[in-house]
């Protein structure tokens, strides 16, 4: 078992940045892929942006590229999704998400059913 616990997440001007961290215990992520998703109110959860486990790998949704960066510290056990330049339509529930690394991550890696492990989400709200 893998339990996630995010942080960082908060009320936010449009154009301004938060660093949110996904810090884990149980087990070593240095076997895990990691992803980011997010769920505003009524909509369906997103992918946002994911990491392989040893950073050689990094993806993006169109959204938020060139915005959002991913990064990990499998030393510390956390990852990290440092947002700049928000806007209102990056309001959500922000969650980070462990995969079993395989090869067949390469291809799912926006696919949230694919993800073992989750966190309980942080909120980030951007007002304009």
């Known amino acids: 078992q893998v339990q996630l616990v995010e942080s960082g997440g908060g009320l936010v001007q449009t154009g301004g940045s938060l660093r949110l961290s996904c810090a884990a215990s149980r087990r070593t992520l240095g076997h895990y892929a990691m992803g980011w998703f997010r769920q505003a109110p009524g909509k369906e959860r997103e992918f946002v942006a994911a990491?392989?486990?040893?950073?050689?790998?990094?993806y993006y949704a169109d959204s938020v590229k060139g915005r959002f960066t991913i990064s990990r510290d499998n030393a510390k056990n956390t990852v990290y999704l440092q947002m700049n330049s928000l806007k209102p339509e990056d309001t959500a529930v922000y969650y980070c998400?462990?995969?079993?690394?395989?090869?067949?991550?390469?291809?799912?890696?926006?696919?949230?059913?694919?993800?073992?492990?989750w966190g309980q989400g942080t909120q980030v709200t951007v007002s304009s």
């Open positions: 998400a462990a995969d079993w690394m395989g090869s067949r991550w390469y291809d799912t890696y926006d696919t949230d059913s694919e993800y073992d492990y």
């Open positions: 990491i392989s486990w040893n950073s050689g790998n990094t």
